[in-house]
Antibody
């Protein structure tokens, strides 16, 4: 079964850091670009970051550029999102997602991990 | 920044047809994709490349495109279709990180 499982969410103070992980199984992880998408409480989906299949290229939304770092370990089938200088507006459910083979979309999503930024 | 515009809500009775629109200036050049999200769940891709349906998605879900507007149509709406629906596309460059989501449409089945 194709599956993505996020972990690492939790409560962090403003200005703090957190690392999210996304464990992939059931497919050849190293063949796919991967993405992070977030959803603030009661709000819509927001695109956050992407990384190419070999990790050589990374991309960030302007809202997180310079504060977040996406990475992957293909030997461990795991995607990461290192988040720093966290703000209240970063509070959200963070989803990892696999890029689809058939276009600029995401065909497999994890269940999400919740990040709460509060003092 | 590039934006996709959706109506906040659409309501239909069971068995009727629901149409959810998404507008954006780059849609004549870029494909649109649609996701269904039920409360407390992750999004699910229901339409790709404007009108294609992934395997496992019921035939009552279809998509179309005309100019700067794409439309998700759900024929014979069922109670289980009540959810938020998001369109997604890219700006004219089509490259990361310029993928964007619409604001979402809440479909209510009366």
């Amino acid at each position: 079964e194709v599956q993505l499982v996020e972990s690492g969410g939790g409560l962090v103070q403003p200005g703090g850091s957190l690392r999210l992980s996304c464990a992939a199984s059931g497919f050849t992880f190293s063949s796919y670009a991967m993405h992070w998408v977030r959803q603030a409480p009661g709000k819509g989906l927001e695109y956050v970051s992407a990384i190419s299949s070999n990790g050589g290229s990374t991309y960030y939304a302007n809202s997180v550029k310079g504060r977040f770092t996406i990475s992957r370990d293909n030997s461990k089938n795991t995607l990461y999102l290192q988040m720093g200088s966290l703000r209240a507006e970063d509070m959200a459910v963070y989803y990892c997602a696999r890029e689809a083979n058939y276009g600029a979309s995401m065909d497999v999503w994890g269940q999400g991990t919740t990040v709460t930024v509060s003092s | 920044s590039y934006e996709l515009t959706q109506p906040p809500s659409v309501s239909v009775s069971p068995g009727q047809t629901a149409r959810i629109t998404c507008s954006g200036d780059a849609l004549p050049k870029q494909y649109a994709y649609w996701y269904q999200q039920k409360p407390g769940q992750a999004p699910v891709l229901v339409i790709y490349k404007d009108s294609e349906r992934p395997s496992g998605i019921p035939e009552r879900f279809s998509g179309s495109s005309s100019g700067t507007t794409v439309t998700l149509t759900i024929s014979g709406v069922q109670a289980e279709d009540e959810a938020d629906y998001y369109c997604q596309s890219a700006d004219s460059s089509g490259t990361y990180p310029n993928w964007v989501f619409g604001g979402g449409t809440k479909l209510t089945v009366l």
